[in-house]
């Protein structure tokens, strides 16, 4: 068995987020740890240009003191990581599956921060799906990552109440506050020698949005298709994706943000099985879908 390194660590952080990045990076040095670098793929290709100013966001606005080193690509990661000697590695909003060459190298292992109570919503879009769901909480979990998405043993979990609306701005906060609830906890235990606990079963996976979901079905109550429709923010559209889509005033549409209440002014409605959804914001539906 190897030797478990001792207090204060080396850290490694995984992400493509620049708040996620400086959440992991302050909450790390909090509990007196050394962050040493920031890994996140080079960005390729024709990207979205909201991936390009996020991107563009977390390079230029990464802590001085952490060196930044884009991955071209995946086969590259065990060399560059290695090059570092971390303890650990911290990830959050890091979209690779890591081989297990690279959970290998830091003797404590990945720390992953994933936005749900795994094992509810293990994958890529859990945001999405809990508010599809009509999910009363929001969760976060700190756990070891093993070779699969997000199946790893636990070492901290928490949950806070949906906000009531639908929008980056107002659910990143309260994730932030379970990490920085959540991750002291899971760093202690690691320093303790604990290796978390087993998840407890299996849970709903959150993947990609099935195509059927690219159609807003207004047989549902108001509720429902406002949830449907906020979801859509939260997933990534591959090429020749679209949704959700409606017809409205005659033509097909993109509706992009909806409202329970009438805002006057002649805003346009959608039809639903117990009345009016208002669209707020709306796109044609063979238009590129704004950020």
Not at 110 to 136: C, K, M, Q, T, Y
């Amino acid at each position: 068995m190897p030797v478990m390194p001792e207090p204060p660590w080396r850290v490694v952080i995984f992400s493509m987020i620049l708040p996620a990045t400086l959440g992991l990076d302050a909450l790390t040095r909090a509990a007196g740890h050394e962050t040493a670098a920031l890994l996140t793929p080079r960005l390729r290709g024709e990207a979205p240009e909201d991936f390009r100013e996020r991107w563009h966001d977390l390079v230029t606005g990464a802590p001085d003191h952490l060196d930044v080193c884009l991955v071209p690509e995946k086969s590259r990661l065990p060399r560059l990581l290695r090059a570092y000697e971390p303890d650990l590695a911290v990830c959050l909003g890091y979209p690779w599956l890591l081989p297990p060459e690279v959970l290998a190298i830091p003797p404590l292992g990945v720390l992953n921060g994933h936005p749900s109570p795994l094992p509810r919503w293990r994958g890529p879009f859990p945001l999405a799906w809990a508010i599809r769901e009509g999910d009363p909480e929001l969760g976060m979990t700190f756990h070891l990552m093993d070779e699969s998405f997000d199946t790893g043993p636990i070492l901290a979990q928490g949950t806070a109440p949906m906000p009531a609306e639908y929008e980056w701005d107002t659910l990143q906060p309260c994730l932030a506050g379970l990490a920085q609830d959540l991750m002291p906890t899971a760093l202690d235990r690691l320093a303790r020698g604990e290796r978390g606990d087993r998840q407890a079963g299996d849970g709903p996976y959150a993947g990609r949005f099935p195509a059927e979901f690219a159609e807003v079905d207004l047989s549902l109550p108001a509720e429902v298709v406002h949830r449907h429709v906020a979801s859509w923010r939260f997933v990534f559209l591959y090429e020749g994706e679209q949704g959700p889509l409606a017809t409205l005033d005659g033509a097909r549409t993109r509706i992009v943000q909806t409202s329970l209440e009438d805002p006057g002014d002649g805003v346009p409605s959608l039809e639903c099985a117990d009345g009016p959804l208002w669209v707020l914001e709306s796109e044609p539906a063979d238009s590129t879908p704004s950020p």
